[in-house]
């Protein structure tokens, strides 16, 4: 976190804060451009984060970005068909039920990109596993706040 304050402290990230929160308690003082969130959305429901209710999450996110602020995902994807079966215990999540789950909070899908998947991974590794880890197939998708 350090290293992101010292960052956004920078003369051109003069638009930038970093923001530490809860993930049950998504705030900012202004509405945001951005969300960001990064191999953890499989975590959300799962006991050591509290058991965050993903809907509850997405609606936090959506409140708090301005109409037509982006919300990025990166994740660790599982098998397909497995909705949430994998979060605890391989630390993945089907994207399919990621991009459900965001969709029913408002937002619009925008896209993915593919430059983080993995063909070769066959989602049934834990992501720590040393023959995979660094190297999980992963989906980033891009979701957008209505103007």
């Keep these: ?43 959300y429901p799962d006991k050591f984060m509290g058991k965050i209710e993903p809907a509850v999450f997405n609606k936090q996110v959506f409140k708090v970005l301005k109409p037509g602020g982006v919300y990025l995902i990166i994740d660790h994807v599982a098998e397909a068909g497995s909705g949430l079966r994998d979060t605890d215990t391989l630390h993945r999540i089907d994207p399919a039920i990621v991009k459900t789950q965001v969709e029913a909070a408002g937002f619009v899908f925008e896209g993915e990109s593919n430059a983080l998947r993995n063909p070769a991974d066959l989602h049934t590794i834990k992501v720590f596993d040393k023959s995979i880890r660094g190297h999980t197939d992963q989906v980033l998708y891009r979701f957008r706040k209505q103007r």
């Design 1 to 43: 976190m350090t290293a992101s304050r010292a960052l956004a402290g920078e003369a051109h990230s003069t638009n930038v804060i970093v923001l530490v929160r809860p993930a049950s308690r998504v705030s900012a003082p202004q509405p945001l451009d951005l969300v960001f969130t990064s191999q953890n959305y499989h975590d």
